[in-house]
């Protein structure tokens, strides 16, 4: 048999359950990619031959791109794709994959507030550990959005949330990452033809339904979109990877695509990499998730397939030294220690929450992340 090999593409899914990583549509140079795939990280593997899987024949809908993506259910094995561009403007703005029948369904939603369904695109969806997915800001067709959704992934249910005066401005193609407190980070994107800039650092407090924004310090990086986002192995720092700014069109340089944010100050840096002979090239609209040991960068725009993995590896096991690599290695993460607090030292910002809500749910974070690697 043809081993599958996927085409290179930007604004895909990309959305890990039970060591498979689902990548689902995106948009390729000339036009909507309706493939579905994943690639196999429960064996090791080398990025030059990589172990994917095509599942493109379950597919029974358009194809999509700047699509949200999440794991929940109440199994927490169904995948859930939210709204995106697609060539067809009544296709529903919820799917859901059943990991282990491999079969689709479309969601039928209960819809509070808004009463109808409705689509937006270049979004990031966050699932909190109570399974609800988060859906801030992104694009309508028109214009950037500054309004957040949620939906129950075991109920259902679809609610609009009150903002309040603190909530970050209208973006799209931002940052975001679900933080050890169960509260969400957001960082940058874009909005009127400029990127955010990233000392603006928005803390959305699931628990409260309040937004908090802090001012970073240290060596801030350039305001930019369309990069991407994790949250550390100890819990203590979010890391970001590439991204682009509009006027450029084209990916940031290699010595300015990743930096790390300490959540106890606040403060940027550029960690340390090892083996600085291969760091890669930059990427933008590309997908970065956490799996082991290693933050797993899938496709993008800004590199040649030709000579570079569609995925890339960063061993960020070690978090004095990073080190680029090419070989993935199954096995549970090195680092277990989590946040225990996030405080602020700006007089422009205040304490996110009391130090035993945030022990609580450090805690909860850590048993949820031993189930899910185990």
């Known amino acids: 048999m043809i081993p599958f090999k996927p085409l290179q593409r930007s604004f895909h899914t990309a959305t890990l359950i039970n060591d498979k990583l689902y990548i689902m549509g995106g948009k390729s140079i000339d036009s909507n990619l309706n493939e579905f795939f994943y690639l196999d990280t429960s ?35 169904t995948l859930f794709l939210f709204g995106g561009n697609t060539t067809n403007p009544n296709t529903p703005s919820l799917y859901m994959f059943d990991t282990q029948s491999h079969s689709w369904i479309v969601a039928s939603l209960i819809v509070k507030n808004t009463g109808t369904e409705f689509r937006k695109s270049y979004l990031t969806g966050i699932i909190d550990n109570n399974r609800k997915m988060y859906l801030f800001g992104g694009y309508d067709g028109l214009k950037s959005l500054n309004d957040m959704f949620t939906i129950d992934t075991i109920k259902l249910i679809m609610g ?36 955010l800039q990233l000392d603006l650092v928005y803390i959305y407090n699931t628990m409260n339904n309040n937004w908090n924004m802090m001012i970073a310090t240290g060596t801030v990086p350039s305001s930019r979109n369309s990069f991407s986002t994790i949250l550390g192995l100890d819990g203590l720092n979010v890391i970001i990877f590439g991204g682009t700014t509009t006027f450029s069109a084209k990916s940031l340089e290699p010595e300015d695509s990743i930096y790390e944010l300490n959540l106890s100050n606040f403060e940027w840096n550029i960690p340390k990499i090892s083996n600085t002979s291969k760091i890669p090239s930059s990427r933008m609209y590309h997908k970065a998730n956490v799996i082991g040991n290693y933050m797993v960068v899938s496709f993008g725009i800004g590199y040649d ?70």
């Open 160 to 195: 609009e949330v009150d903002m309040d005066s603190n909530a970050p401005t209208p973006r799209n193609n931002y940052g975001a990452t679900l933080l050890p407190n169960n509260n969400i980070i957001y960082l940058g994107g874009y909005n009127v033809e400029a990127e």
């Open 43 to 77: 064996v090791t593997f080398n990025i030059q031959n990589l172990p994917w899987v095509d599942l493109s024949n379950t597919i029974t809908f358009p194809s999509s791109y700047g699509t949200a993506s999440v794991k929940g259910g109440a199994n927490n094995d």
């Open 305 to 374: 397939p030709l000579t570079e993995s569609d995925i890339l590896l960063l061993d960020i096991s070690n978090k004095n030294e990073y080190a680029w690599t090419n070989t993935f290695v199954n096995s549970p993460p090195s680092t277990t220690t989590f946040v225990k607090s996030i405080t602020t030292n700006t007089p422009k910002s205040t304490q996110l929450t009391n130090f035993i809500g945030l022990i609580i749910g450090s805690l909860i974070y850590v048993i949820i992340y031993y189930i899910k690697v185990n």
